[in-house]
């Protein structure tokens, strides 16, 4: 199992932007999907954005105009760039790889997320 990594996490103030990249991102037979997912302590993850890997791309809807992402196949990098953020957009960021296609809200569909690394953490202030 390839374990993913992320970076690019960091401080900003409300309307800033980020980039974000998940390093590893390889597809294979084993991963149809490579997609973000975020975590606030106390509650539900959350998933934001996916790509699988003929390209289609999904961001969960109150993500969208917010949120892209995209990819540089050839160095198996994923990125999700973010504008406009919030405060409620806080929260540590994974990239994770899915064994099946992407659902429509930046879902894995198999529901098994598998190989994020230790996240990035991405704090708004108001």
């Known amino acids: 199992q390839v374990q993913l990594m992320e970076s690019g996490g960091g401080s900003v103030a409300a309307g800033g932007s980020l980039r974000l990249t998940c390093a590893n991102a390889i597809y294979s037979r084993s991963t149809y999907g490579i997609g973000w997912f975020r975590q606030v302590p106390g509650k539900e993850r959350e998933d934001v954005a996916c790509?699988?890997?003929?390209?289609?791309?999904a961001v969960r809807y109150p993500m969208k105009g917010k949120f892209q992402i995209s990819r540089e196949k050839a160095k198996n990098l994923i990125y999700l760039d973010m504008v406009n953020l919030r405060p409620e957009d806080t929260a540590m960021y994974y990239c994770?790889?899915?064994?099946?296609?992407?659902?429509?809200?930046?879902?894995?569909?198999?529901?098994?997320?598998?190989?994020w690394g230790q996240g990035t953490q991405v704090t708004v202030a108001s």
């Open positions: 994770a790889s899915c064994p099946a296609y992407c659902g429509r809200s930046a879902t894995c569909r198999s529901g098994e997320w598998n190989g």
């Open positions: 790509m699988d890997s003929d390209g289609d791309a």
